[in-house]
């Protein structure tokens, strides 16, 4: 919960991993994320300058702008969509100074972005009577949408809005209906950056979200998670593969929630790998060098690997024991010294 001293409120928001369940949330799809333990931690304070003035420690940065100023591809857009949102809803007014700090690594696919809306909005709804974690999330994802315009899915912000940390969160992403999942502690998901760093806006997401839309439309089916593996050999080359990783996914990430509930962690390990073959080869979002990661995650004793979020870089996660984390952990940095471990 947002808290608030003197006018000043404060809101403490984790990054995510996606255990499970990718390209599906706007596929009509179920998804696993889990928040991390690495956050945004948000200041915000009503001022009088008649402008939204953003301080971040992170990049060492102070920017002042007017209240309805469009956004600029830089990073207090996050901070300045979700001001203007909710002015825009009565829930905040006049100019606002907001700082940041921030654990999340940027580019990494950890939801660094949903996290900074999400912190900013629920400062803005602290002094509404009860503002729900999923109406935030809502709200986050139209901002991601319609302000910054990458068109995104609602997984990272109701991973972000709502999970409970070190719990994985599984989201039906039609009805938006969640359920907390314990993981118990003789298995940790470990995230790892692979060193190569990536964006979300830079047009590559659009074109997946296009060409699944395209192959859904095709195939006369809303949600493409619906359509059948049957069906799809007339689709054209690139659509056929986008339908497969789909398809195939909402299964995998639908058997990955029954093992996890029965503790098959081998089995839970499996899927992981194999949503990362499909990423790799259907999805088309890997790159090579965290294909090569993925391999050596798995030869050093990983039980599954993949790379996470909307992937072209970032972040991997490996389902490991957690009698053997420290060492596997060790092992992999040594073999690639650019890979750092994030949580
Ligand atoms: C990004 C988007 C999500 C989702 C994933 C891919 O994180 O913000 O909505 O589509 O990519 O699973």
Redesign the pocket.
Known sequence: MPTAAAGIYRATVPGRV?LIG?????NGGLVLPMPLPVAIDLQRQANNLGQDRIISEQFEEVGDFGLEDPAAGHWSDYVRGALQYARAKGWISGGQTVSIASSIPVGA?L?SS?ATIVATLKTAASDMKHVAPLTIALAAQAIENDYIGVP?????QVAVAAGEPGAALALDTRTRQYQSHNIPDDWRFLVLHSGVSRA?SDGR?KTRREECMAAADNLGVDYLCDARLDDISGLDASLARRARHVITEADRSRQAVDALIASDFALFGQLMTDSHLSLQADMQVSVPRIDEIVRVALALGAAGARIT??GFGGCFVALVESKQAAQWADAMVRRHPDVKLIA
């Open positions: 996606n990718e390209w599906i949330d706007f696919g939801s949903a995104c899915g609602i997984l990272d979300l997401y979020g909307a």
